[in-house]
C-alpha cells in the first residue's frame, strides 16, 4: 500500500534523504567496525549499506533498466538476504567473513546505483513511474528498516569488546521515576490494521474486525527501577513466573537481567551505544525477550496487551493522529536511548519512538491477507511463524518510519532488539 | 471444570476403568519394547505407565492421604514430568536409560497406588470427596492424554527398528477416494471456548466471543492421494510454498514425504503400529507437520482453519452434539489408524477420531484466562509459546477423551503426533 | 597369530567354555537392563551378546558352512559393529532403540549358531580346520574382549540410575594402604611385541627392538588415598598440572573427581558394580582418563611409563612367564573390583587384573606392521589414531585373554574403562 | 637452547629485522581483511601482529623493564594466547569480534613496544642481557612462527570471498612433472633431536637414540599429478584405505579433494595466495590431512616415514648443512606457494620449504623432556596430545626460521596448515 501520488523530482529528493540518512549513521564507524558480525542475528555495518543498495538494484534497475548489468556479478549473491526467488545467497551466519568489498567499496556500489536510479525515475514516462513508485517506495521503508538495524546491530558488535566502545550520542542526564497510571478503553467490535492513506507493508492489511472485551493499558513503559524490583524478588529464579520455554532460555543461558546489563561490585551498568553507564532507574527497561517481558507482566499480576489491544487503545485515546506526525521525534540522534516518560498527562505516553513494545499476539496473517506475488511477496509473509508481534517504534526507528498499524517481530527469545515492556490488564480489576 | 456430581462408588468404578485401559494398551509390549525412547520428545511405555501413577501419587495421595509417605522415594524424581513445582526431576532426555524400575516393579507400583486410591476415595467423607472429585477426574483425563502419547510414542519406538515389528491391530482394507466437499459458515460474533455441562481443561476457558468473516471448511481431510500429487508438483522442492522456518527444517532435515513414509522402488509405504503397508490413497494422511500442512494448503491454493472457525463450524454444522457422543468411536483398536471420510453427508466428516487437525493459531491464553494455583498450574499454561493449536481428536485417542472445545497442541515442526489437514477458505471464493 | 595345534574337540570345548561365559556375565541383568544404552561409547548387554555370535556366524559360517544362509536377514545388519567390508550397519549411537529382538530372541540366535558351530567343527577334514581354526580362535578373543565391555557397559548404565542398582558380586573388605616401591630397569636395546608361542592380535606385532635409557617403574598402581592428595592439592583447579586438550575437558565438563566418584556431605563414594560405597583410600584409583592419569604425575613430579618400558620392566623383574598363567586370577567374580597391593615384594605389583594401565605411548603401528587382508583387517589398524595405550588387564578381563604383549587402548579422555595408574620415572632420581 | 653470545647491537638489529618483516607481509591487507576469523583456528591479521608484541611486552618488558605498566589494560587480555599463567584471556573463537584497536591502533602499539624494547635492550648490563637474550631470541622465533600463521590465516579468510580476491605474488608457471626416486637409508642406532649449536625450540630436547630398522624415502613430495589418480581411483570412496577418525571426516565433511580446490565444470582450481588457478599436475600437492596424507600411502602401497626417520634421512642424505642455511630459499615472496622439484639428483628434494611434511608420528615428549618453569613452560609441552609431528618447512616459512630437528604439528584433521606428503618403505622392497 502506497502514496497515491509520486512525481519524479519528489520521488529523487525522497531517495536521496533516506539514502543519505544511512551514511551518516555509518559514518562514526571504522573499516573494521562495518566488517564484524558478532552473532549470526547481527549483520556487519558495510553489509546493511550493500543490501539496501542491492534492493534497488534487483526490484527496480534489473526490472527497468534498459539493457541493464549487475554491478558485480558476485554481490547480487553476496548481499541478497533471503530472497530464495532471487537465486542462491551467501550464508547468514558468514556475512562476518567478507573482508571485500571493504566500506569504501560498499561506498563505490552505493554512488553507481544511486546515480542510475535518479537517471532512472528523471527519464520515465509518467504512467511507468505511477507503477514503479510503489517499489521505489517499499525500497525506501526497507533502507530504514536496516537504518534501524544497523544500530541494533554495531550496539551489540561494540557490546563485546573489553575496550567498551562508544558508538555516538551523549549520555542522559539521570532521571527522575515518574508514577504509573492506566487508560481504561472499552473494547468492543473494533477495526484493526491500516487504514489507507499512507504507506503501509503487506502485513498490516487487510483492516479488518476484532471483538475486545473491557480492558486497560499502563500509561507509560515499564521502567529501570521497576525491573530491579523484579530482580531483587528474585524475578530470574522463579520458575512459576515463566512460560516453559523462557525457563529454559533462562537456565541454559544463564539470564539474570537485560541483555546489556552487566554487574560490577553490586551495582548495575548498561551497555549504550554512548558507552557503558549506571543503570538509570528512571528510564525505560530496554532489550528484554518476550519471554521477560510476559514474566514480569506475571509477577505485576497484569498481562501483556494484544496487539489488537495495543493499536485501538492508541486510536481511542486519540494519539493515532499524533502518532503519524511524531516520527519526527523519532532517531534521537542526540541519545540513541530511549528517555524518561515524563509527567503524567492521563493519555498513553511514549507510545513512539522509546521501546518497541511486546504485545501477547503471535505474528499471523490477519484474516483475508495474501502476500503480494514474486519474489517481493517473500518479504513479510513467510515469516508468519514462531514470532511475536512488537508494536510502537524506538529511539532507534528512523524519522517517518512507524506508524499505527507498524507490525514489527521478532522470535520471543531476542534480545538484542530495542525492545520494552507495557503493562494491560483487565477493566474490571480494583 | 468438572462434572458437578461424582459419588465414591462412580468415582472408584471410573477410576478402575480409566486405569486398566492403560495397562490393556501396554499389554501387547516387552519389558524391551516399553523401556526405550527413541527421541527427546518420545516417552518409554513403562514411565508413561509409571508417571500417570505419580499424578495420582503426587496430587491425590499425598495431598490427602493421612500420614503419606512415597512408595518409593526415588520414583518421585523419576516419574514427574515438567512440574517444578513438584520438585527436581529427572531429565527428559534420559528416561530411556531408566532399565529399573523394570516393566513389572511398574506395574506393582500401579496396583499398590490403586489400592490407596479406592481405600481413600470410599472412605472420604461427602464434603471432602466434592472437593478431591476434581483432581481426581483431572487425573483420569491425563491419563487417557497418555494413553494417546503412548501409542504415538511406541508407534516412533517401532519405527526406527529394522526388523519393522508391528504393534497390534489388523490392516485396513485399500479405500476409495471420496471427493471433497465444502461446507460454508456465515461467521459473526460467535462463542469460543467451554460451555460447561462436562470436564474440559482450563486451557478451555474463557467461553468468549470472536469476530469471524464468513468461511467454509473442507467436509473431509486431505488424502494420502492428495498428497501425493503435491509430493508430483514438486510440493517438497519448492520454498515459495514455505514458511520460513518450515523451509528450513525442509533442507536441514531432508524431508520429502510425510513422517512415516518411505520410498522401495518407486513406491511409498508407511509404518502403522499394525507394521508397514502400502500408502492406502483413500486415506486421511496423517504425521504431517504444521510447517507442511500450511505448504500443503499454500500449493492448494486454500490456508488452515483458525481454531474459532474450526470450533464454530463443527457447531454451525449441528455436529456439537454428536462430538459429545461419538467419543465411542475413537480408541480404534482394531485398526490403530485414521479410517476413510466415507460418502459425502454435506455435514463435516471426520470431525473426530481421526487426525488432529493442524490449525492456524497460535497456541496462546483466551482473553481472561488464568491458570489454576499451585502445581497444577503448570499443566497448560506455561506451554502457551511456540506451539500451535490442533483440534479433533484421533484414532489413537480414548474413548470419552475428546471434545468441541478441546485445544490440543505441538511445535510447528512435531511430525510423530498423529496429526492431518482440513482445509479452510474464505466464503467468496468461486 | 594363533596357537598351532586344535583339534576339534579341543575347539569346540573352548567354544563352548567362551560362550557360557559370557552368558553368566548376563545373567544377573533384565531384558530392560541388557536393552538400554546411556551413552555413544556404551553398548547395550543384548547387542554385546548379539555381535560376537554374528562374528562366528560372519567370518565362519558364512565363509565354510555348505549353503549358508543367515540366521536373520536383518541381524546381518543390527549387529555389525564397524565393520565397512561387511556392508552398511545400524547407527552405533542408536544400539539403544532395538527393542526387538529381545534378551531371550538374542539367545535363541546364540543358540542357532552355536549347534552349527559345533556341527561344523566336527564335520571339517583336517586340512580346513587347520585352516579356519585361526579365525575361531579369533573369536575366542573377540568374545572375551567384549565380555569385559559388557561389564564396564553395564556399569555405566547402571551408574545413570538414582536407584543405584548392584549388578552382582560382594563389595571388598576395607583395606590398609601399602607403601609404594620403585624397580630400577638398565633399560638399552630391547625387544617389544608378541614373541610367538600363543594367540596375539596383529596389532602386537612384529617383534622389534627398541632403545630404552634407564628407568624405574613404580611397584604397584596409584591408590585412591593418593588420589584425595592430588585433589586436596587442587589437582583439578591448576591448569599448570595438564595438557591443554585435558584441561579444556576438565572445564567443559566439570571434572573434580574420578569418574563414577561423588561427594555427599563431604564424603566420597564410589559407584561400582556391587553398588555404591566410600572410596576405600588403599584399593587402586580406577576410572581415570589419560588426561587425568598424565596430570596426576606431573604433579607427582614423576611421569607415564612408555609401553616399551611397561613391556620391558614385566619381563626384566621375572614377571612374563608368570603374567602368562596368572589368568586365572582375572575376572574377579567375586568383587568385580581392583584389589589392595598387599605387601611389597621387590617386584612389580598388580601387572595384572587390577586395572588397565595408561601409557605414555600413542597407539600406533609398529615398525612393519601391516593389517591382515579382508574385513578382518578392520580388527585393529584403522584405529590407529587419536587413541592411548594402555596395558596389563584390569578385573574385568576374563581369565586367560591378558598377556605381556597386548595392546588395549582408548582415547585420551575416555573414563568408563576400568583404567588407572602406575608412575614411571627415569632412573638417576634421588 | 638458543645460541651462545648476543650483543646488544647484533640483538636489536634482528629485532628490527624480525618485526619489520611482519609489517611487510601485513601490508598488502586492508584493515577489514585484518580483522576477520573465518574459523576458530585462524586469527586475524592485526590479532597476530598484537599478539606477537604482547609476547614482548609480558615476558621482557614486564619482567625487566623499571615502573612497568601496560601499554593499554586491556590488550593484556586481548591479546594472550593460550598462557594460562599470565591471566584469564578473551576467547579463541571470537577474535574475530574484535573491531577496535583497529589495524591501525596496532601500529601505533608495535611502535611503542618497539621504541621500548631497544631502549631497554641497549641500557641493559652485559649480565642482565646474557640472561635475558634467550627470551628475546624466543620471541624471534615466536613472531617467526605468527608470520607462518597469518599466511596460512589469510588464505583461509581471502577464500571463503565469492570474490576470489588475491593476497600477493605472481603465479607459477605450469610445471613439468619430475620423476620419483628413493633414497636407502641403512637406520641402526641413531641420534634424534637438536644437536647445539644454535636456536631450538624446548620441544626438540633432548638429543636421544633411537633404533631404525633400514627404510627408503622418496626423494620428492606427492604431486598434484599423482593426488588426481588417487582421486581417480576413488581414493575418497574407499573405507578400506582410512584410518576410521579418518573415514569419519571425509563422511561428516564431504572431502572429495585437498582443502583448497574446487572443481568447475570436470576441472579442478586451486585457491592461493595469488588467486584462483587451475591445479598444476607437477606441483606438490599441498593442504591435505594427516588422514589423508595416510590414506594416500596406503593406496600408493607405502606408508608415512616416523619423524626420526625424516631426521636421520636428512642428516645420512648430507641435507644436514644444507637445511641449515636453506633459510635464505623459503619465504618464498615471489609465489607464496611450494614449487616443483625440478630434476632428480639422487638426494633428497624439497626438504625445506615447499610444503610441511606429515610424519606418522604422534606429538609426545622425547625421552627425558621437562617443560621450562614457569608461563612460558606452556608454549609447547601441553600440546602434546591429540597431534601429528610434521617436519621441514614450507614455503610461507620465513628465512632462517625452520631447521633438521624442527618439530611442527597439527591436528590430524588439519588442512588449513601447508602441509604434503613424502612417502617412506621399508628397504627390502623391490
Known amino acids: 500500500m502506497s502514496d497515491p501520488i509520486w512525481d519524479a523530482d519528489t520521488l529523487v529528493a525522497r531517495y536521496d534523504e533516506v539514502r543519505a540518512h544511512t551514511e551518516t549513521l555509518a559514518a562514526p564507524l571504522s573499516p573494521e567496525d562495518q566488517t564484524v558480525q558478532s552473532m549470526p542475528d547481527v549483520s556487519p555495518t558495510k553489509w546493511h549499506r550493500a543490501h539496501v543498495t542491492w534492493f534497488f ?22 548481499f541478497n538476504s533471503y530472497y530464495e526467488g532471487v537465486g542462491p545467497r551467501y550464508a ?21 546505483v544511486d546515480a542510475r536510479m ?5 527519464r520515465l514516462d509518467g504512467g511507468t513511474l505511477e507503477k514503479l513508485a510503489p517499489t521505489i517506495e517499499l525500497g525506501f521503508h526497507h533502507e530504514q528498516q536496516h537504518q534501524e538495524l544497523l544500530l541494533m546491530d554495531i550496539k551489540h558488535v561494540l557490546s563485546v569488546n573489553p575496550l567498551q566502545p562508544s558508538y555516538a550520542g551523549r549520555p542522559l542526564t539521570p532521571s527522575e521515576p515518574d508514577p504509573l497510571g492506566w487508560v481504561d478503553v472499552e473494547g468492543g467490535l473494533v477495526e484493526v490494521g491500516h487504514r489507507g492513506g499512507g504507506f503501509g507493508f503487506d502485513n498490516e492489511l487487510p483492516l479488518h474486525q476484532q471483538w475486545l472485551e473491557p ?27 515463566w512460560l516453559s520455554d523462557g525457563w529454559a532460555r533462562v537456565r541454559a543461558e544463564g539470564w539474570r537481567a537485560p541483555f546489556y546489563w552487566t554487574e560490577v561490585d553490586g551495582a548495575w551498568f548498561e551497555h549504550t551505544l554512548s558507552g557503558t553507564r549506571p543503570v538509570d532507574p528512571g528510564l525505560p527497561v530496554s532489550h528484554v525477550s518476550h519471554y521477560e517481558a510476559d514474566a514480569y507482566a506475571t509477577w505485576a499480576g497484569r498481562r501483556l496487551p494484544t496487539e489488537g489491544e495495543w493499536e485501538h487503545a492508541v486510536v481511542a485515546d486519540g494519539q493515532a493522529e499524533v502518532a503519524a506526525t511524531v516520527g519526527s521525534n523519532l532517531a534521537d540522534t542526540e541519545t540513541f536511548h530511549p528517555r524518561a ?17 511486546w504485545t501477547s499476539s503471535a505474528y499471523l496473517a490477519y484474516p483475508g ?15 508468519m511463524s514462531g514470532q511475536m508481534v512488537l508494536r510502537g517504534g524506538c529511539a532507534l526507528t528512523p524519522p517517518g518510519h512507524a506508524r499505527l498499524s507498524y507490525r514489527n517481530f521478532f522470535p520471543p527469545g531476542a534480545r538484542w532488539a530495542l525492545s520494552g515492556v507495557r503493562l494491560a490488564d483487565g477493566s474490571a480489576r480494583s
Not at 526490472?63 to 547480487?76: G, K, L
Open 92 to 112: 547468514r551466519a558468514e556475512r562476518g567473513f567478507i573482508t571485500r568489498p571493504g566500506a569504501s567499496d560498499v561506498g563505490l556500489y552505493r554512488d553507481d
Open 118 to 122: 535518479r537517471d532512472l525515475v528523471t
Open 369 to 383: 491477507y495474501h502476500p503480494p506475488a514474486g519474489a517481493i511477496g517473500e518479504y513479510n509473509g513467510k515469516f
Open 57 to 78: 538494484e534487483t526490484f527496480v534497475l534489473a526490472e527497468h533498466e534498459p539493457s541493464f548489468t549487475p554491478y558485480q556479478d558476485q554481490y547480487w549473491f553476496l
Open 341 to 357: 516518560a515524563g509527567p503524567s498527562t492521563g493519555h498513553l505516553r511514549q507510545v513512539h519512538g522509546d521501546c518497541w513494545e
Open 215 to 241: 480492558y486497560r493499558l499502563a500509561d507509560r513503559l515499564v521502567t529501570n527501577g521497576e525491573w530491579l524490583e523484579f530482580m531483587a524478588d528474585r524475578g530470574y529464579e522463579r520458575h512459576e513466573l
